[in-house]
């Protein structure tokens, strides 16, 4: 826990470092109650940094609770009068301009509850150490553009640490004295600090030799605990397609002999990229079929590949400075992206991808976007880095890379990057240089591009169509406006680039121009701008956005009858889908104001009669279907309101899943028994698909109060061959109120020794309607709940927060005490853990007054405890502000 005041850091504030450092050779002595860190660094003054001075300059580094043992420069050791020795830093004034420091450090992994730096996890040590976690180790100028090479002793246990890890290739092994043994690593890469690892533990590995499309053999391994071999098969595929997909996709190749990931059960985040030696969270390791979903494989794909991707895109060529973290996190997220749709294959899997893409930046990053947090995606300020890991900064981040791509066409966008590794390989760099790497690759001034970078907010498009019959013309006005953010109340046009099509009256697409181009991307630069097609023979339904070309909420006075018939022809699937959830959403927000004023509920034939024909159609694949049948979830319903009424919503999507279910019991029959599956379990897209859209069926019809669905999902239950069934027959029984208590003990008591699975137990009961603060605390209560475990916490405290609106907004104010209470208790433990949970309350304002009351004072609860986390106080205090 920082215990300095608060500052806020300003990326106009940013100067080149002082002192480069060129070598680090680093020795640990691992023991969980007090391991000695001796760090030996070479360091020379850097001649681009305002500091220079004739007696050489102030040589500042970072430390955070380590407790400093001895210090020598040159040779000769400083006593306390040579040295500043502040809270976070270690200055040396007026320091030479080559300097050897030998620093020696203790600290406590075993103690180290915030799972940054060097902590301990089941009696094993792993380390965290971006963004600013390498401080926590030793002393170092731990900034990202300060890029050295390393060199890693490591001395421990044998018996207890039999496996010792760290970035690079093993040089030297051996066995010590009193039982102990060591490992030498050396990476032959210049590294920030923040991609330093060490592992040392009771592991075993899945191995394998892979041959590089330039016929170099490289080793890979992924570490598990005894016990999980059975689980590392789809990690290990999902390392081996990255590696290929990268080579085949970019040109790029793994640069080191050996590429490791370990699993750890206590992790903050999904996983990290450090250089060669990846350290992940279990969740995205470990499956097997009997204890993974479909769901679950497919994010270890994405969080494997996110990783291995790093490698280039930030490792090789890393950040400036914190605030370019998008450079590196959109750029890969976008990676990882089209690295999934690509292993799919197929046009309708990528789509499907494409909605989940959609659905998140609705769900979450439009939120961030007009709440008290909202940032541009690269950021002007932060006082806690570790709260800018933000929604923004990767999933819109990632939507600007994928813009680029857009507007260059996919040669172009290949010809910038190739460009940007050109140019920077082996450097610390900006947003600005990838900007201009596209640029120069393309010839293109993409100035007003920048805005994308530099202004928060989501932009409003929108679209207006007029048609000319005699004319034969179409001409589409389009206008952009973004609302004002915390900082920024006024915003410049961005640069949008809007995918179109133009339906005619019997769905088809009509040819746009010349060429016969039935889509094509229009390039938005100013506030308003008309575009003209001409030959368009018919009143056209137009498609705007296709392939959500731009995040954006569009804004066009679609008719139920425009949206039916994009809904039924629309060439482009998301926009099909689209279609569906804008028809699915002007009947929520119908349903809930009629709720709110207690009005009796009514459903129209018209939306049944569209969602029935898009079941019906075998034309459209399994996993479409399911998509299309999803309906807005009630947090994205409560984007659309002024004021916010989760009771009212909650009860207006019950009632529409009841009505589905009920008018369309036979369809919903019939899905369910046609896309069963018989042999071994797959996760491949067609399966996946297939069970997605049975179990969405199942779903719906346990919705819809159907005592016959009750023992369909009790028999499914006891039947399943896989989890995704097993879960998803439990998640519908107990979301549904029918009572599932037998089912949930026999669940936990087969899979009690499955953490993951126990996550899902907590999760699927945390998330359910039926569930109340008070059988959260109750669940808290249960032997196999912890606060320490992320994954834990985030399965019941997160769960209900977050997925559960209509128990959390109780209107007594319960779920808001609850979330107070264990805001504070978190952050006694782990900040950035309590940090990412207190940002469940940041649309407090949206709320009705009686609400907001209850919700302010948990808010000034939190802000007012003693002892506040950096990370929580910026949440707090930026929810807290006018
Ligand atoms: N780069 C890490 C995130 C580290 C977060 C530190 N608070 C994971 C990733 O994006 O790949
Ligand atoms: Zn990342």
Redesign the pocket.
């Known amino acids: 826990m920082r215990t300095d005041s608060p500052q806020t850091i300003f990326r106009k504030d940013y100067t080149p470092p002082s002192y480069l450092v060129e070598t680090v050779e680093l020795g640990f002595d691992l023991d969980p109650a007090r391991t000695i860190v001796a760090n030996r660094i070479t360091l020379r003054h850097n001649p681009d940094s305002p500091s220079a001075g004739k007696g050489g300059a102030d040589l500042v580094l970072h430390g955070e609770d380590i407790e400093l043992v001895a210090l020598r420069m040159n040779g000769v050791a400083l006593n306390p009068g040579q040295y500043i020795l502040g809270t976070n830093t270690l200055t040396i004034k007026k320091a030479p301009l080559n300097v050897v420091l030998e620093i020696e450090t203790i600290c406590v992994p075993e103690n180290n509850t915030t799972l940054s730096g060097l902590y301990v996890s089941n009696g094993s040590f792993y380390t965290q150490c971006?963004?600013e976690g390498f401080r926590r180790i030793t002393y170092f100028p731990d900034r990202p553009d300060v890029m050295a090479k390393y060199t890693v002793m490591l001395r421990a246990d044998k018996e207890k640490y039999p496996v010792l890890l760290s970035n690079g290739n093993l040089v030297e092994e051996g066995d010590l004295d009193d039982g102990r043994h060591y490992a030498k690593w050396e990476d032959p890469f210049k590294k920030p600090s923040y991609l330093f690892a060490l592992v040392a533990a009771k592991l075993v590995c899945q191995e394998e030799k892979f041959k590089l499309a330039d016929g170099r053999d490289v080793l890979l391994q992924v570490w598990v605990e005894e016990g999980n071999l059975d689980k590392t098969d789809y990690a290990m595929q999902s390392l081996k397609n990255s590696i290929r997909w990268d080579e085949e996709r970019w040109g790029l190749e793994l640069d080191l002999d050996r590429f490791m990931i370990v699993a750890v059960g206590d992790f903050?985040?999904?996983?990290?990229?450090n250089k060669g030696l990846n350290i992940f969270n279990t969740k995205f390791v470990l499956a097997n079929p009997a204890t993974a979903t479909d769901v679950d494989y497919a994010g270890i794909e994405a969080v494997v590949g996110?990783?291995y991707f790093?490698n280039w895109t930030g490792n090789r060529v890393t950040c400036r400075d914190w605030f370019q973290l998008s450079l590196k996190?959109g750029l890969?997220v976008f990676r990882d992206q089209e690295f999934s749709a690509d292993m799919i294959g197929t046009a309708s899997g990528r789509a499907v991808t494409r909605i989940d893409q959609v659905r998140t930046l609705r769900q979450a990053q439009f939120p961030e976007d007009s709440g008290p947090m909202a940032h541009p995606v690269r950021p002007d300020s932060f006082v806690e880095i570790?709260n800018f890991?933000t929604v923004t900064v990767y999933e819109k981040g990632a939507e600007v890379v994928r813009m680029y791509q857009t507007l260059l066409g996919r040669e172009g966008f290949r010809k910038g990057m190739d460009l940007y590794f050109q140019r920077h390989d082996g450097q610390a760099v900006t947003c600005d240089d990838f900007r201009a790497a596209m640029e120069s690759a393309n010839g293109r001034d993409l100035t007003q591009f920048e805005r994308w970078y530099s202004q928060a907010g989501t932009p409003i498009l929108t679209a207006k169509g007029e048609y000319d019959a005699d004319a034969r013309r179409y001409v589409l006005t389009l206008a952009q406006r973004c609302p004002p953010t915390p900082g920024q109340p006024e915003k410049q046009p961005f640069h949008i680039p809007v995918a179109v099509g133009l339906l005619g009256p019997l769905g088809a697409d009509l040819p746009l121009n010349q060429a016969g181009d039935t889509t094509v991307v229009l390039e938005l630069t100013e506030a308003e701008q008309t575009f003209t097609f001409d030959g368009i023979g018919a009143v056209p339904v137009p498609s705007l956005l296709r392939d959500f070309s731009a995040p954006v909420i569009l804004e066009y006075p679609y008719s139920d009858e425009d949206l039916l018939h994009l809904f039924r022809h629309d060439s482009d699937p998301v926009n099909r889908w689209e279609a569906g959830q804008r028809l699915a959403m002007s009947r929520l927000l119908k349903l809930t104001a009629a709720a709110q004023r207690g009005e009796e509920l009514e459903l129209d034939y018209t939306f049944i009669a569209a969602q029935r024909a898009l079941l019906l159609d075998d034309t459209l694949d399994a996993a479409f279907r399911e998509q299309a049948l999803i309906l807005p979830s009630e947090s994205v319903i409560a984007d659309q309101m002024e004021v916010v009424d989760p009771h009212a919503i909650h009860t207006a999507r019950q009632f529409m899943r009841r009505t589905i279910a009920s008018v369309l019991r036979t369809e919903l029959l019939n899905a369910y028994a046609a896309n069963q599956i018989t042999g071994p379990y797959s996760p491949d897209a067609v399966s996946a698909g297939k069970r997605g859209l049975k179990n969405l069926a199942l779903a719906y019809l346990l919705a819809g109060k159907d005592g016959h669905a009750v023992n369909m999902a009790r028999r499914q239950f006891e039947e399943a061959t896989n989890m995704t069934d097993r879960a998803a027959a439990l998640t519908a029984l107990i979301h549904s109120g029918a009572d599932a208590s037998e089912q949930l003990q026999a669940f936990y008591d087969q899979f009690k020794g499955e953490a993951l699975v126990v996550d899902k137990w907590f999760a699927m009961q945390a998330s359910a309607p039926t569930t109340d603060v008070a059988h959260v605390r109750e669940l808290m209560g249960h032997p196999a709940f912890t606060l320490k475990t992320p994954n834990r916490a985030r399965s019941l405290l997160f769960s209900f927060a977050n997925a559960n609106p209509s128990q959390f907004h109780a209107h007594d104010g319960s779920g808001y005490e609850f979330w107070a209470e264990h805001v504070i208790k978190l952050d006694a433990l782990n900040p950035?853990v309590a940090s990412r949970f207190a940002r469940s309350m940041d649309r407090w304002r949206r709320y009705p007054p009686a609400l907001q009351e209850h919700m302010r004072r948990a808010l000034e609860k939190v802000a007012g405890a003693t002892k506040l986390s950096n990370d929580v106080m910026e949440v707090v205090s930026k929810a807290l502000a006018n």
């Open positions: 971006e963004a903050n985040m999904g996983a990290m990229e996110h990783e790093h996190e890969t570790n890991y950035q």
